[in-house]
């Protein structure tokens, strides 16, 4: 494991956004912004238009607070423009639909360099053009005066293409969990980064940037699943909602989940074995991955992408997890989990 | 003019977001939030979905920052909720459409009150439940734990009912300037508030909750609008956006503008009196009243609400904002106001 190199943009009087202000502030982050291929209206006006083919649009917000959820000097501005972009397009994804536009707002203080704001809007446009996606508007304003860090505010539009939205609430008893993408990767690289260091490279780009299986989202919708979120929190937190929106029990086959998420043998055990820990502890418990989970019913054929982890269970006593059939809490607590996923305000 | 009432609310340990947590916050949010006519998913999964039936999606977003757009001790929950509301649902009318939905993010420190947090989404809702719209999704984070304030970030979506959007860049030379709604109230307001006062209670309540014509949007998009854009900024600075988006010079007749701002004379004239104020000033700079300003074709028969305030006239040597034919710079020197309107990380 290697140090980190420092991430921190130099400080230039001259490139802060209080001497470039807030309209060659906005001039420049548009230069690197990319273009919508929904828009019919684009940055710039009181309001953005964008193309809503399907007769409804898909939208979801994402806040991410430095200090919070990214630090400057672990994550480029890149990295951190391609992560909060990742986080919206997931939950798009996890409605069955596709993202077609971003706006974006942006609280940040006075003396950061307008170059770093350049690097988020390349970041987002990268993590969004390939879908045909872009940030269409946007707000920036300067912090509380108290306040030394960024708030930024992403949110998403996107496309059913004519699909049935697929909510949390759809799982049935008899039907199969699958699981598209990967979990625990991002807390592996947290881990690594939190310890001082950057390698093994692997994990620590999948902390900075994640990359959710988005194209399984609309995939899964078109193979009937019935119910479906983005992993966001944890496996076994985001499981739980779907669970508990669903009024079934998600038991978790932990010898599949080992076969999805640790077969062949690769950086997140490497880490693990490292630092002391069970790998499974952050695939049950890792956030920030975005996977997506799913259920089917009992014959469906899985997309690509999609493997079967677990199966849907009557509620018996209470809607909830389970792990091979165990209470998840039990299991967390086996592997050493701390808990069952990110506590908010904690 | 009387002394304020503190606004702040009592500190209650027990009624802070960090004791409640996050589903608590929400759930508690969300009983204050009402349903969107045009939501067919609402709060509570990956993502909402909204009906979007012309086919299109109007989108913008607005970022509101404790300490810099408002005062917990000047203004209540409820009004920070009805004006960040306003913010959005105005430029979502100056293109001419209608607001169905907002989605919020907010970052706030863990020891605000739960209750704060329900007058904001109250305020959120009764400002746009005359309209059918109401919030369909948010997220809620803790704030970097050296900031103190709140950041709110609201995002609206509209519809244009079939209309052409109303862009800032349709202004021709010899159309009509026109304008929908009160300017300099809320200039008025602030400058009663930062004195210690809270009245003449007309003007305060109008800083703490802007009544933006909302409907003169879509009417003016419907009387053939040719150009328009809310006035956020203040007059000068939004009619100059719209003058340069154009390639025009927006000339403001200074009587009609006294004549729709200033007559009968009222609290405006009654606060620039006590504090030795031009109004004239809070009438070309003062911002956030969220007026509409809009340019017709010269024979338009003007919808209710609008008033001819000046013309459009060819650019000469450049394009920008001129007051009975004279620089506007010259007329905001005349009347003592400092600047155009709001500076951006000033």
């Given at each position: 494991m290697s140090r980190p190199r420092p991430l921190v943009p130099r400080s230039d009087p001259a490139d802060s956004v209080r001497v470039v202000g807030e309209f060659g502030v906005i001039a420049r982050v548009l230069a690197r912004s990319g273009t919508a291929a929904a828009a019919e209206v684009g940055p710039g006006d009181d309001a953005a238009v964008v193309r809503a083919a399907d007769g409804r649009v898909v939208v979801t917000t994402?806040?991410?607070?430095?200090?919070?959820?990214?630090?400057?000097?672990w994550s480029s501005a890149e990295d951190i423009g391609h992560k909060a972009a990742a986080a919206n397009l997931a939950d798009?994804?996890?409605m069955g639909a596709t993202t077609t536009a971003l706006v974006v707002g942006l609280a940040c203080p006075p003396d950061t360099p307008t170059s770093w704001l350049e690097g988020v809007a390349s970041g987002l446009a990268d993590e969004c053009a390939p879908m045909g996606?872009?940030?269409v508007g946007g707000d920036t304003v300067a912090s509380a005066p108290d306040s030394a860090g960024v708030v930024l505010s992403v949110t998403a539009l996107g496309d059913l293409g004519g699909r049935a939205p697929v909510r949390r609430s759809g799982a049935r008893a008899g039907q199969i969990v699958a699981l598209a993408g990967r979990l625990g990767w991002s807390a592996a690289g947290l881990a690594v980064l939190r310890r001082g260091f950057s390698s093994p490279v692997a994990v620590v780009a999948?902390?900075?940037?994640?990359?959710?299986?988005?194209?399984?989202g609309p995939a899964a919708a078109d193979a009937g699943a019935s119910?479906?979120?983005d992993v966001s929190d944890g496996l076994v937190a985001d499981a739980?909602?779907?669970?508990?929106?669903?009024?079934?029990?998600i038991d978790l086959d932990p010898a599949a989940l080992a076969a999805?998420?640790?077969?062949?043998?690769?950086?997140?055990?490497?880490?693990?074995?490292?630092l002391g820990v069970d790998p499974m502890a952050w695939v049950l418990s890792g956030g920030e991955d975005h996977a997506l989970l799913a259920t089917f019913p009992p014959k469906a054929v899985l997309p690509h992408g999609w493997t079967v982890i677990g199966a849907v269970r009557a509620?018996?006593?209470?809607?909830?997890?389970r792990v091979g059939g165990r209470p998840a809490a039990e299991a967390l607590h086996d592997v050493g989990a701390e808990r069952a996923g990110h506590v908010h305000f904690g």
């Open positions: 994402d806040v991410l607070v430095e200090g919070r959820h990214f630090r400057r000097d798009v994804a996890a996606a872009a940030v999948a902390h900075r940037r994640p990359s959710p299986p988005y194209a399984a119910a479906m979120c739980g909602h779907l669970a508990r929106d669903s009024g079934v029990v999805a998420c640790l077969e062949p043998v690769g950086p997140l055990q490497q880490v693990a074995s490292a509620p018996g006593r209470e809607p909830g997890v």
